[in-house]
Structures are given as structure tokens and as C-alpha cells.
């Protein structure tokens, strides 16, 4: 994690990070104000709270109450030596509490990561450099003298090579890549979590068998992202880049829709749009994109390469990012590298999604070929060691697909994860299906996953399969585990050189009668490639194109950004607009017009519902206010602070609209219960003085949204490069 620390006035510190902000002074005693803890203070309550986390986190799993429990640290401080001191930790539980939970509530506070990191010891290296912004890490993993070169199936590089040269290409176009976590709790099962300092939205995981290999994953997967612009998917690219001469790729066409917004010519073609506009419903306002809005522009459109002919066809960007997230994107040492990964997963997301929508049960993998593969065997076994049953399933559907299946178990809550891996390799598949489902998870966080159902429709449900597609924690039918299989097992290989085994890939596609459709990014100096086959590699329906397009954000984006400035007929205007739109209440504004937030302002929490509630206040609409704040109170899931609010707004309208009760008899007590900080900005906002109360003013130029502006500051560095390679001049 990079701090970044400013000099404030005297001895005050302001350190950032993330969206978060952290003040240290000093004692007066040592010439400072005394208005804030010192940095070693704020190390101190570190490891306390780290260690009640750790307490509240067990207390959870297993719905202990902890309102009986206390905490409290005390530091001693050796006299000879004061660098010499003890970390005294006291608990205080119920005497109530069984003996077991006792143990394990001690045992949980010796997993505080405060405390594993000061016992070992943290290396410090401190130097200077010309520019903190410009100064890009050095290689996440340094390759040390006389290191061999560590080989794996289905990379065309060694590992310490591809880390190297991809650390490189990072380094180049100035970015930050920062470790955020390891994870490692059984054996050969590793996994990372890695991240752009400066724009800590920018993030990927990484698995593998060793840490190698799973950092060679996450840094594959960072550039994967950064070429196929997945990090800044449904985000406004603010105005700047909206007007440049290219917005996606220095490739990308523009078309204009027909004059009764028909799809225009030149993008799709047959194949394609017999499955995007099988009803001639789509429109070409459609597919207008929702990173730049530029309805006057018309559709941003990228090629890809037909593999059938060769042909180019012109795929609409909004079309991209609406029904395929990620799937099929992949970065690599080499171009056919990337083409099996893409396809590996391309199978592997719509095996998965088959077998969970029609609840197939999947025969078991054998022992006698488990043990072929000892590193596999021996982290399933540490599972199961943990009290967590292990399935190995072979998910090929008869051998006619290069997946397999890894599914765990938990008693303790009756919950399942079903976790899928694909690769021409049956090692492979495997491997992948057991770092996949432990990737980035403590063994609390295995306490989450939900139980089976017998509910075909819960399991068939669209949003089901993008619950597994997202984090693998959606639901699966308890058919799923039935002994009488739909399929026999078969130890199936497909595997080759990676030319090969592509071509037996997509000829698997061919043989499906599927198409398949080719982008390739090398500009930034790495294989990246994304493939797209239309009818079977989307994750959303295709039918969001027309009801849930993220380009809905074009009809609300600028007014909402400039919501202090509207007259009170576009304020009317846009809660007419929100309220014909039929978009969820609990919509957040974040999505709805792909701006960042920081999450820890009212902005950042702001719902359609709380808006709307707002615009009420501001037009002195106060009935609907009071309508909506009742609402809002029953299902909030804001702060305390903003809860508090709307319940003296709550109060303020009821009095307001009651002809018998005057506000000045209340105000004395409403003051003593809510503050007249509070009260102050409450009547302001029910008499109409005071205007979107915690809504701080921004824009269209998103002026005072740090965290979006970050994000934008990094697409920029990828927009750049992209100009740079391309020979376009850019401002």
C-alpha cells in the first residue's frame, strides 16, 4: 500500500491513502498542538484493533455475541532499552462462554497481522528519488543470483522471465504495482492480490502452485486488463479524453446511427446481429458508449478478426462492455500463449454455466488419478484436514471439454463452492480449479458461501451464474451432488504445444457451429488478446442491450454532476426522468452514472432513493419527502451520522405538515437530541435554505472527485502509450 504524507502546519502530518486520511500531531510537551495522536500512537492502537478484528471475525462465524466482550492492550516499556517493550493483551469474555470458544478466540487474536509482522521483523529501505509520482516500482519478485528458470505447463517463458518483463511494461507506463496480500493456508495453493498504488481500483488476483506462478497470474491478468480496458469499464472518461482524437484504441471507427436510429452499416455482421437484434428492437442509441457519451460522436466500434475468413467485423464498445465483462481476455509471453487461456476460460465459464442452469451431477475424479498429481492431492487432503469435505469432479461432459471441477464443502454452515478450471491439461484444469477456489479466501471467509437448493428457478436465475462468473459464490443445485452421474468420467487430454492445443480449441468452437472473433493488443509489449464468440462467452443476457444498458448513465450523468446548479424546472425534470425510468431505488449513483465516489462520503453512498428524496427538500415537496424518508429509514444502509439526519428531517416534515404543531416548541429538544449542527442543516433543507445537505459540489469536469480523477490519471498513462505507439499526437 503506498502512503503518501503531506506537511501540514507545525508538527501536523496528513498521510493518504486509499480514499482514507489520517492526521498525527504531536504532544504540546513536544512543541506540537496536541491535536491529534502521534504516529506512534496510532502504531499502538494498530495491534489492539487488529487483534479485536480478528475476535469480532470468529465471533461472527459462529454468532457469538460480542457485547460482553472486551479488549484492552497495554505497552511496557523496558527501562534500559525503551525499543524493548511488551505488547500486553487482555480479553475479557462472558463466564458463560464454552471452554472451545475461549481457545478459539485466543487463538484468533494470535492470527492479528499487526502482530505476525512486527514478530518478524519488517526490512526497511529508505532513499531518495527524483520523483515520487514518476518513480515506478522496481520488480515485485527480484530474481536472485544464480536463480534457475522455473518452467511450467503451458508458458512459453520461464516464470522469473515473464515476471521480469512484465514488471517492465508496468514500469514503462509508470505505474505503481503495489502487493496488497499473499495468500498461502494449505499446500500449494497460492494467491495475491496486487494493485495500482495511485489508482487502488486498479487490482487483480493471481493463483497458482507456487508464488511464482500465482504473481505471474495476477501481473498477466493486470496487463490483460489494461489492454482490453476492463479496469475502466461503464467509467465516464471525463470530457478531455470523450474529445480526443480516439477515446478506446487508436484502431476504434465511428458510425452514426440512420436517421430513425436504425443500426447503421458496417458494424456486426449477419452472424452477429441474428443474435444481438433477433427482433429488430436494438437501436443504434443502443450502443452509444458509456466511457466517453458522445451521442454526437455515434458508436464507438473496435475490429476483430472473424477466425472462419479472416474478415474484419466492427464490434460497438458499449456491446463489449455491457454483455462480457472479463471473460475471454488474456495476457502472455506469446500470442498463442494468451489464445488458450482466453479459450480455457471461454470453456470453462460456459461448461460451468451449463452444468449449474441444467443441475448436472459430475462424476467423481478417481483416487488412482489423483495421485498422479501429489501437489493436488496433498492441498485437497489439507482441506479436508481443516473439516472441509473435498469433491474432484470431471466437468468435461463426457470428454468433449477441457474443464474440471473442484467442490468444497463447509458443515458448519451447510454451505458449498463450487470452483471451476479449464486448460487443455487435465493437471492443469485441476490445479486451477483448487488455486480458483481459494483464491484470496482465509479459511473464515469459506464461512460465507451459501447452501444448495433443490430450486430449479434460483439456480437457472440470470444473476445466479453472474454471482460464480464474479466470485464463484453463487448458488448450486443439490442435484449436483447425486452419485448417479449424467456423465462417466474420462481422463481427457487435449494437450500439446500451445499452437496446438489453440487449434483444437477453437475446432472445438468450429465443431459447436460456433464463431469465434479476435482482438489483439501488443502495443504495450505484451501478448494480450480478447476473443469473443457470440451465443456462448457472454455472461450477461443479451437482452440487457435494450433493458439494462449501462448507457442509461447518458441520461442522467451531467445533470446529477451539476446538480447544484440546476433551476428548479431541471431539478423537476430529473426526478421526472428517475421516476419514469423504472431503475431500482437501491441503485447506487456510482453505477448508475460511472463516476467513483469516495465510498466514505454521502456521495459514495448515495442511492436513486436518497436522491430523490433530496430534489423533494429542494423543491419543498414535502410530502414526498416525507414519503421517501420513511422509506429510506427502513431500509438504510448508510452511516449513523446520515441515519441520524433523516430521522430529525423525519421529525422536522412530520411537524412541518401537521397544521396544530408549530416547530419553534420542538426545536429546543430536537437540538439537545440531534445537535444543533445537525438540527441547523435539517430545517435548512426542509425550509429550502440549505440544498443537497452533504452533497459536496462538482461537475462535469469532476472537480473535487479525487478518487475518479485517479482513475482517469491512469487511463491516461494506457491512452498515451496507445497514442504514442500509434504516431498520434496528443495534447
Not at 489439507?382 to 473435498?390: D, K, N, R, S, T
Request: net charge negative; proline share 5%; glycine share 6%.
Amino acid at each position: 500500500m503506498e502512503i503518501k504524507v503531506n506537511f501540514l502546519e507545525n508538527l501536523r502530518l496528513e498521510a493518504k491513502f486509499d480514499d482514507f486520511t489520517v492526521i498525527t500531531d504531536q504532544p504540546i510537551r513536544y512543541k506540537g498542538d496536541g491535536s491529534a495522536p502521534s504516529p506512534f500512537d496510532y502504531f499502538l492502537a494498530s495491534s489492539a484493533l487488529c487483534a479485536a478484528y480478528f475476535v469480532r471475525v470468529y465471533c461472527l462465524a459462529r454468532d457469538i455475541p460480542t457485547e460482553n466482550i472486551r479488549l484492552s492492550q497495554n505497552n511496557i516499556v523496558d527501562p534500559e532499552n525503551r525499543y524493548n517493550q511488551i505488547f500486553k493483551i487482555q480479553v475479557e469474555l462472558p463466564e458463560d462462554l464454552p471452554a472451545k470458544h475461549r481457545e478459539g478466540i485466543l487463538r484468533s487474536i494470535e492470527r492479528c497481522t499487526v502482530k505476525k509482522v512486527v514478530q518478524t521483523g519488517p526490512e526497511f529501505q529508505i532513499d531518495t528519488v527524483e520523483n515520487i509520482d514518476e518513480d515506478a516500482q522496481a520488480l515485485l519478485m527480484a530474481k536472485s543470483e544464480g536463480e534457475g528458470s522455473t518452467w511450467i505447463e503451458g508458458k512459453d517463458l520461464p516464470l522469473e522471465d515473464t515476471i521480469a518483463n512484465m514488471t517492465a511494461i508496468l514500469a514503462d507506463l509508470g505505474m505503481k504495482i503495489e502487493i496488497a496480500s499473499w495468500r498461502n493456508i494449505v499446500p500449494h495453493v497460492w494467491s495475491l492480490h496486487i494493485r495500482d498504488a495511485a489508482s487502488p481500483m486498479c487490482f487483480t488476483n493471481g493463483k497458482g502452485a507456487t508464488k511464482e506462478s500465482a504473481l505471474c497470474s495476477a501481473l498477466g491478468e493486470f496487463i490483460e486488463r489494461l489492454s482490453c480496458n476492463f479496469f475502466y469499464n461503464d467509467q465516464f472518461f471525463g470530457e478531455e479524453i470523450a474529445n480526443s482524437e480516439f477515446v478506446h484504441y487508436p484502431n476504434e471507427k465511428w458510425f452514426q446511427p440512420g436517421p430513425n436510429d436504425e443500426l447503421p452499416d458496417g458494424i456486426l455482421d449477419d452472424h452477429t446481429r441474428a443474435i444481438y437484434d433477433p427482433d429488430d428492437e436494438l437501436c443504434g442509441s443502443h450502443l452509444i458508449d458509456t466511457n466517453s457519451g458522445k451521442v454526437e460522436r455515434g458508436i464507438v466500434s473496435l475490429p476483430f478478426v472473424r477466425k472462419s475468413d479472416g474478415e474484419v467485423v466492427y464490434f460497438p464498445s458499449n456491446l463489449i462492455e455491457n454483455l462480457f465483462l472479463s471473460n475471454g481476455m488474456s495476457a502472455g509471453n506469446t500470442l498463442v500463449e494468451t489464445e488458450v487461456q482466453c479459450l480455457s476460460e471461454i470453456f470453462e465459464r460456459a461448461v460451468k454455466k451449463q452444468i449449474i442452469e441444467e443441475e448436472l451431477a459430475l462424476p467423481d475424479v478417481p483416487l488412482h488419478v489423483l495421485e498422479k498429481y501429489p501437489g493436488i492431492l496433498e492441498g485437497i487432503r489439507a482441506l479436508e484436514a481443516q473439516g472441509f469435505p473435498v469433491l474432484a469432479k470431471d466437468a468435461s461432459l463426457g470428454g468433449r471439454f477441457p474443464v474440471a471441477c473442484v467442490t468444497l464443502m463447509n458443515p458448519r454452515t451447510g454451505g458449498v463452492f463450487a470452483s471451476f478450471g479449464a486448460h487443455p491439461s487435465f493437471e492443469v484444469a485441476l490445479e486451477r480449479s483448487l488455486t480458483e477456489l481459494l483464491q484470496g479466501r482465509s479459511f473464515e471467509g469459506l464461512n460465507d458461501v451459501p447452501p444448495p437448493t433443490f430450486n430449479g428457478l434460483t439456480v437457472s436465475e440470470p444473476n445466479n451464474f453472474v454471482e460464480h462468473f464474479i466470485d464463484s459464490t453463487g448458488v448450486v443445485s443439490w442435484r449436483f451432488f447425486s452419485e448417479k452421474h449424467d456423465y462417466p468420467f474420462h481422463e481427457w487430454d487435449f494437450s500439446g504445444t500451445n499452437k496446438q492445443e489453440a487449434a483444437c480449441l477453437f475446432k472445438i468452437l468450429e465443431d459447436m457451429g460456433k464463431e469465434a472473433y479476435v482482438a489483439v493488443y501488443e502495443e504495450l509489449g505484451a501478448a494480450a488478446c480478447r476473443i469473443l464468440v457470440p451465443g456462448y462467452s457472454e455472461v450477461y443476457p443479451v437482452d440487457d442491450l435494450i433493458w439494462d444498458n449501462t448507457n442509461k448513465s447518458l441520461d442522467y450523468r451531467e445533470d446529477i454532476l451539476e446538480l447544484h446548479r440546476l433551476s428548479d424546472d431541471r431539478l423537476a425534470e430529473l426526478l421526472e426522468r428517475l421516476e419514469e425510468s423504472q431503475l431500482d431505488d437501491h441503485m447506487d449513483i456510482i453505477t448508475l452514472i460511472g463516476v467513483e465516489f469516495d465510498e466514505n462520503t454521502v456521495w459514495g453512498q448515495l442511492t436513486i432513493l436518497e436522491l430523490k428524496l433530496l430534489i423533494n427538500l429542494a423543491l419543498g415537496q414535502h410530502e414526498e419527502a416525507l414519503e421517501r424518508v420513511e422509506i429510506f429509514m427502513q431500509f438504510n444502509d448508510n452511516t449513523v451520522e446520515r441515519e441520524l439526519f433523516y430521522r430529525a428531517v423525519n421529525a422536522v416534515l412530520e411537524i412541518t405538515l401537521d397544521d396544530d404543531l408549530a416547530l419553534e416548541d420542538y426545536l429546543p429538544n430536537l437540538n439537545r437530541m440531534f445537535g444543533a449542527e445537525t438540527m441547523n442543516a435539517v430545517v435548512g433543507s426542509v425550509n429550502g435554505e440549505v440544498r443537497f445537505h452533504g452533497l459536496t459540489p462538482t461537475n462535469m469536469q469532476l472537480e473535487g472527485l479525487e478518487k475518479h480523477q485517479r482513475l482517469i490519471e491512469s487511463y491516461k498513462k494506457l491512452h498515451a502509450a496507445r497514442a504514442t505507439k500509434a504516431g498520434i499526437a496528443i495534447s
